[in-house]
């Protein structure tokens, strides 16, 4: 995580976000409904991400998730840090807990 975001290359980051709001243009247009999810991170990662990327990050995501049909914000819900295998990939514990909470709000969206 260290070798590719520190330290933060914003250039890419405002490229990535852009390319994101492409997306979600382009699927507005075209009636696709798109759920945009921020996935859990420990509290291992939000100690090692650089604090202006991570707002920038927080910030563009508010922004974005405008353009969506629905937005789930999984970083506010904090996971124990036994669910991941690091700072940002899920374990299978993790991983299963996470799926069951996407298709129950999923199911409960209206959007299915």
């Excluded at 979600?24 to 798109?34: A, E, P, R, T």
Aim: hydrophobic share 35%; proline share 5%.
């Amino acid at each position: 995580y260290k070798q590719r975001y520190c330290p933060a290359n914003y250039k890419q980051f405002d490229q990535e976000m852009a390319e994101l709001s492409s997306f979600l243009d382009s699927c507005s247009k075209k009636g696709i409904k798109v759920v945009l999810i921020n996935m859990p991170v420990s509290s291992g990662h939000k100690s090692i991400s650089p604090p202006g990327l991570r707002k920038a990050y927080l910030a563009g995501l508010a922004k974005l998730s405008e353009k969506a049909a629905l937005y789930l914000d999984y970083e506010a819900k904090q996971y124990p840090n036994s669910y991941f295998f690091d700072t940002v990939h899920l374990s299978p514990k993790g991983a299963s807990d996470f799926a069951d909470s996407v298709a129950e709000k999923l199911a409960g969206s209206g959007l299915l």
